[in-house]
């Protein structure tokens, strides 16, 4: 919303594909004609959901394209066109006004295969370590760790979304003390296509 990427249902014209989805799922056109425009294809489909993979490569309800706090019952909120860009943006603009070195995650709320609720996950980030791998180390008991990655950013943005909240108009949250400094961004928590196993 901040980068302008929100969109009048009115001036959408839906496209016959579009008609077509939207009388399956039963949705309004115009809706999915933006949904189809911010995707790359369609997973899933169900009464008043699309689960798609967006041009940023998230699988997400809807390609993120969301009408809560949009200004407007009309209106569509887009997510950004380069979430890390974004935070890198942020991140420079904090440290120039502050003096003070941090790191920025830009988070949305996703859905979770075989879980209900959604969880705030990590789309964009700068100055942030995304990824924790602890491959090759050992636990406590001495057993060598071979699969454990920690998704540090999308841990940080959940933990926020507890205190930003859904309904308070929050719309950013300070993590102190979090040992999480680092070079990495969020398009490091995407899963390669290739070692996907639900692809």
């Not at 890198?88 to 209900?116: C, K, M, N, T, Y």
Request: net charge negative.
């Amino acid at each position: 919303k901040a980068e302008g990427r929100v969109i009048d249902l009115n001036r959408v014209v839906a496209s016959r594909p579009a008609r077509e989805l939207a009388e399956r799922i039963r949705f309004d056109p115009r809706h999915v004609q933006v949904i189809l425009d911010e995707s790359v294809r369609v997973v899933r489909e169900a009464p008043h959901v699309l689960i798609t993979e967006t041009r940023h490569g998230f699988i997400c309800a809807n390609a993120g394209v969301d009408r809560s706090n949009s200004g407007g019952l009309d209106r569509l909120v887009l997510l950004p066109n380069d979430p890390d860009a974004s935070a890198a943006h942020l991140r420079d603009e904090l440290e120039r006004l502050s003096g003070v070195a941090i790191g920025v995650i830009i988070s949305d709320s996703f859905g979770r295969p075989w879980r209900e609720g959604q969880v705030n996950v990590a789309i964009g980030a700068a100055g942030v370590e995304s990824l924790r791998d602890y491959r090759g180390g050992a636990d406590a008991d001495g057993y060598r760790l071979e699969g454990t990655v920690l998704a540090v950013a999308d841990e940080l943005a959940s933990a926020a979304e507890l205190v930003m909240g859904k309904l308070e108009r929050v719309p950013a949250a300070l993590i102190r003390g979090a040992q999480v400094a680092g070079a990495g961004d969020a398009s490091a928590l995407r899963r390669d296509p290739a070692t996907d196993l639900f692809r």
